[in-house]
Nanobody, 119 residues
Framework: QVQLVESGGGLVQPGGSLRLSCAGY????????MAWFRQTPGKEREFVAA????????NYADSVKGRFTISRDNVKNALYLQINNLKPEDTAVYYC????????????WGQGTQVTVSS
């Protein structure tokens, strides 16, 4: 079992940047498929990005391609999301998630970190 703790959210102006972090406790994150999701009030949780841990390659939702970068650190057992050129529509709670390889759905979630983009 793994515990996930996000940090790094905040209030930022449009065009600004943030780096979200997700620390893993209790198990190496390399054992899981790791991803970021986000959710705004009244909407379903939305996939943002996922990473192939062994290669570091990421795949992204179309809405964030070119602006978001997912990465990982084996030593720190952490997952990151670099967010550039933030837009008001990026405002959401961002969640880190882990999926066991044998599972079809993400079964471990962090508590979320709020990102608010506003001038």
């Amino acid at each position: 079992q793994v515990q996930l703790v996000e940090s790094g959210g905040g209030l930022v102006q449009p065009g600004g940047s943030l780096r979200l972090s997700c620390a893993g406790y209790g198990s190496p994150l390399s054992r899981y498929v790791m991803a970021w999701f986000r959710q705004t009030p009244g909407k379903e949780r939305e996939f943002v990005a996922a990473i192939t841990w062994s290669t570091g390659n990421g795949n992204y939702a179309d809405s964030v391609k070119g602006r978001f970068t997912i990465s990982r650190d084996n030593v720190k057992n952490a997952l990151y999301l670099q967010i550039n050129n933030l837009k008001p529509e990026d405002t959401a709670v961002y969640y880190c998630a882990a999926r066991r390889l044998e599972m079809s759905m993400f079964d471990y979630w962090g508590q979320g970190t709020q990102v608010t983009v506003s001038s």
